[in-house]
């Protein structure tokens, strides 16, 4: 019989095996504790002992412990002033600079919900600009099966709650019969999807704008996280946007990084003109 019931101390053990944050799954931990346990009775372990010693021996059960770790939840158009900031300011300052193409990156982009509602505020943009740039957007994620999810591009009523009805007609097709929505076909052209772990390498490209968020430095245990983000921020351009989620804050010393008005989770990397640290 399993006996991996994790109490609290085995699932700690579990958490800093794989150098993720107690913290961050405080809301998710009965969910995550039922997956890892089938995890661990399908994969033949019969005590949390056992199973914690083979996560350190077997890369091939720990790379699928890690992706049964991960977290998919999102919305459309989640923290609305975030939307509205790169409407309104953002983006019209990237344009502004960048008049043939711009790169974005989804880092941790789940089923697609940020990157759709991205594509969906570009397509917006159209009746403001005579000429947009070239978009260029890499939607990465560690999860295979999320990443499917994404390229079908097919979402519940719940995580479209706080899309207008207009905005819904217009990009969305209900599926016949169902309270499920298919974005249309016109919006998940352009993006390149792909299977990425934030803790390696990041993409050999330069970013005008990184989102990243409710991901590394939710989930991750600082130590692993700090240097991780470093790396990413590495390829932002000069003048380009890090994104973050609401509740996520940076570690203090990202002396290249300034806040972005009074936003503590948009923050823009220096340029050669400006000067303040955070
Ligand atoms: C809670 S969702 C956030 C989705 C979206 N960024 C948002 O804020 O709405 C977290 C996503 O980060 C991904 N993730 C977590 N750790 C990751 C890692 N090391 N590398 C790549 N993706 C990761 C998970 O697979 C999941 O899809």
New binding site residues.
Partial sequence: MCRFDPGMEEFRRLLDCLGLSWQGYRRVRKGIKKRIRRHMQESGYATSEQYLVALEQDKELRTECERLM??????FF?DRALWHALEKKILPDIIERNREKIRVW?????CG??VFSFAILWDQLQGQFNTLPVLEALA????TV?LEKAKEGVFSRSSLKEVPDEVRAKYFLRQEGEERYRIMPLFRMGITWKL????HDPPDESFDII?L????LT?YKPEISRPALQKIIACLMPGGYLVI?SHEKVPVNMENMLPFENFSYILQKKDRTQSSTI
């Fill in positions: 991960t977290v998919s939840i999102s919305r989640r989804f880092a941790g982009c789940a919900e940020e990465t994620d560690m999860n999320y990425h772990n934030l803790l989102f968020r409710n991901n590394l989930y989620g």
